[in-house]
């Protein structure tokens, strides 16, 4: 899903994205510069323990807020992303989200004992 940000609306929309067994929704508006995106990212994803490669299943329950800038941001807020193709594209922050949820570490449960 993508949406030109001179379309973006001053109030709260909703969306819900879905990235393979994750639902991303919430809402997002424009907020001065920006659009905020805020929402949950809920569902779960099947993958190795990092310890003995044992399939985990992980289930997310995470609250996500980012700002999307329209161009170049050149402040030091780090959860601004910067697009340059004048629309938010909410697949890719799905996307990322997810990504960087499931680039955490992972243990099963025989290893989460072992760990003290
Ligand atoms: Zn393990």
New binding site residues.
Partial sequence: MKIAFRKIPPQNAPFEINYEAVTFKGNFKRDSKFVDVVGKILGEAILP?D????D?RVSFDEEVHVKVSDGYYEGEDLDIIENHESHVDFDQIARSEVEALKAEYH??E??KNIEG
């Fill in positions: 323990c310890r003995c490669g044992a985990v243990y099963c025989t290893c």
